[in-house]
């Protein structure tokens, strides 16, 4: 399948102001860890296979994106480099006219084997979860071993990505007592680290037990010294608030979907999902299905699938009234 290569469009507007020009493509819902906050259990998403995104469609649907003013773009999964063919599929976004960031979003583990080969595809930044240093822990969190990961982080560093940051889901009666540890070896390492909120997007888990608030996060990390607000810091296209550690090289953002006020007020994102579903808001349940305008539609299909769910887009995330029982985190990638 070839991709027409057209004029690029000027940056999309949704029906609040906001520019969208930031797309997060889920390659794959399949993942080689299963943390209980994205993946529920007995999840089987992939064994649908052939209703699965082949690299031409992805390819061709980040392409129609980019014509309509996205700019930036995501891998994500389930775990994205399960994908065998995840490198190809990166250079070939890295190729379309238009597209001025490519990053993506791993556990780690199979990182290190590819690392290289993902910067000289074009991946200009790569961001990679790690609730824990602790080892059982982690093996409490993902089922899986944290040593791949470390390998990942060091091959990573080594490769050369522009930025390697950390992501740390906050989770109560697990993972307090990681916080700062993680907020030093992001120092140590050159990695600024995120604290995200946990969100209710798996089911099969007790989430008000779980929930941390972001607030409670940054007491831990003031308890250590003054956070010093960076508010025009550019360590990626997300939500994260950016501050600096007082006498620390530490980096640290914080993401706090259920907590923070006016946390919608500048979302710049569209989400598609490994089976060709378009989703305006990670936490409303609404999606367009745009697979038959990917898989056989025309250019103009095609766009209009993103402009429909551009139009669809709301002022705001439904999470405080979100069940968790629709589509789990690892089938949308974050």
């Known amino acids: 399948m070839q991709t027409d290569v057209l004029p690029s469009a000027g940056p999309s507007r949704d029906a609040y102001g906001r520019v969208i020009d930031y797309l997060r493509v889920s390659v794959t819902d399949r993942c080689n860890e299963r943390c209980f906050y994205c993946m529920p259990d007995g999840y089987a998403g992939w064994s649908t296979a052939a209703d699965r995104l082949r690299a031409d469609e992805i390819v061709r649907a980040v392409a129609a994106a980019a014509r309509l003013g996205v700019r930036k773009v995501r891998l994500t999964g389930g775990e994205p480099l399960v994908r065998s063919d995840l490198v190809e599929i990166a250079a070939r976004i890295w190729a379309i006219p238009g597209i001025e960031a490519l990053g993506v979003s791993t556990n780690g583990t199979l990182l290190a084997t590819v690392a290289h080969r993902l910067v000289r595809a074009g991946v200009r930044s790569v961001n990679v979860s790690l609730d824990t240093l602790d080892p059982e822990l982690y093996r409490r969190i993902t089922g899986g071993k944290i040593a791949p990961v470390l390998e990942g982080l060091e091959a990573a560093h080594a490769a050369g990505f522009e930025i390697v940051k950390l992501n740390c889901v906050l989770l109560r009666g697990l993972n307090e007592e990681q916080i700062l540890p993680l907020v030093d070896f992001g120092a140590r390492h050159g990695f600024p680290v995120r ?140």
Request: include cysteine.
């Open 195 to 334: 604290f995200i909120e946990l969100m209710p997007m798996a089911g099969g888990f007790d989430f008000a037990r779980h929930h941390l608030p972001v607030a409670e996060a940054m007491r831990r990390v003031a308890a250590r010294g003054a956070l010093v607000p960076e508010p025009d810091a550019r360590l990626g296209h997300g939500p994260a608030r950016y501050y600096r550690l007082e006498n620390s090289p530490a980096r640290i953002g914080f993401i706090g979907a259920l907590t923070v006020e006016h946390f919608c007020a500048t979302c710049n994102k569209l989400r598609l999902t490994s089976d060709g579903k378009l989703r305006p808001c990670l936490g409303r349940e609404g999606e367009l299905d745009a697979l038959p305008a990917i898989r056989n539609g025309g250019e103009n299909e095609l766009a209009e699938a993103f402009a429909e769910a551009l139009r669809h887009k709301p002022a705001a995330h439904e999470f405080d009234r979100c069940p968790g029982e629709g589509r789990p985190m690892t089938a949308l990638g974050g």
